[in-house]
């Protein structure tokens, strides 16, 4: 019997949907079945499985494990394991293929599958390629099935990560107290131990690994998710605090008073740094990200060049003009200077003790402080169908054309006098996001006004914004 696969499920930068119905297991044997194919005619012959914390995600694990076997690839399951680890476990093992089953930030009864290859993860065009081949049904036949093996990589990643920045945090990094919280997800299994070989103290919030995430949804850069993070922080006295996403590859940050420093404005900071050894180096400014982060960009001598959002999208970008940094308004950071390229937040959050270390006895605020914080709402999100959503920016952009200049590279960036209001169509769920930015709060009311009547204009329900 032919297995019906969800077409939807397979959408920009990876495969997500919900677990029990869209990735059932049929469904989950004969995309593992795809993608072994997908490998095996690139010359692929093992790739390497992890996966998040999720309920769904053994099951889905197990299915296309069998479904990679039954095409002759070979499989080493790593387990329980961040994002990150799983990137990096494809430097460590000398693998070129990659599965990563993760629901990400998403609600805890969808899941989905990041597939990586030669490094990368594999998006656009390459997913369609493999959604042509799944539901096709034209899959390798090989000679004989692929052999398991399993491996526990995870201490090893910790020493590796130690090792890429213990020397260079300094002889302060001891005075450093780090509330943290790992949303319950895989954070919980790995931050500690990192914390401990760099001689940082640390506050633990929420390590135990469930499922149900039954705190907070697990996505930092919202700040109703932040709230006990902050009160910890605050409590205890604690320099900074630092929190992860679901499967650890997205970072969120509150300085030592419990206000948050969006990933817009960290990422101005790590410019900082970076500019200093390497003057002139270009700078991708993901279309999301403030005003402060072009300006200071440029303030420190970089080449600022705004870019489309997307991990797998940015990630490219940066190989294809040698970036050294990137990252995005949702929390993936991604260094290339000093470490291997992928977004991994452990990583970024050593980099931030770095520059607090160095700045010793200077409070992180203070050394924020000269990085901008103009007034902005939240990204928010408004429900649209797929094959209605692109069609809307186009519409938008048609009737703003020769009255504001745009910036196009993803959905509509408006740009005002004193401000900037986005309109983009999401990559990755059937949701159309707008997000505004002014240099006086004046200036906001007004931009968010006409942002909200252009979206509204086009039939969409009305909402209200998030600062």
Known sequence: MSVKIPENIFREYDIRGVADTDLASPVINEIAKGFGTWLATRGVQKTVIGGDVRFSTARIRECFTDGLLETGIDV???GIVTTPILYWSLYHLNLEGGVMITGSHNPKDMNGLKLVYEKATIWGKEIQDLRRIVTGGDFIKPGKRGQLTRSDIGDAYVDMLTSKIKDSIGVNSDKLLVAYDCGNGTAGLYFSKFLSKLGVGGLPLFEERDGNFPNHHPDPQKR???????SLVKDRRADVGIAFDGDADRIGVVDERGEV??????????WDEILEKHPGADVLVEVKCSLAL?????RMGGNPIFCQGGHSVLKAKMREIGALFGGEYSGHM????????FDDPFYAAARLFRIMARNHPKKLSEIIQHIPEYPATQESRIACPDDKKFSLIENVKKKLEGIYPLITCDGVRIVYPDGWGIIRASNTQPVVTTRCEGRTSEALERIAADVKKRILDEGMPDFEWEY
């Open 76 to 78: 080493v399951d790593i």
């Open 261 to 270: 420093i969006w990933a817009d404005r960290l990422m101005a900071l790590y």
């Open 294 to 298: 072009y300006e200071e960009a440029e």
């Open 334 to 341: 991604f260094f290339a200077d000093e470490y291997y390229g």
């Open 224 to 230: 109703e998710n932040l709230q006990d993070l902050i």
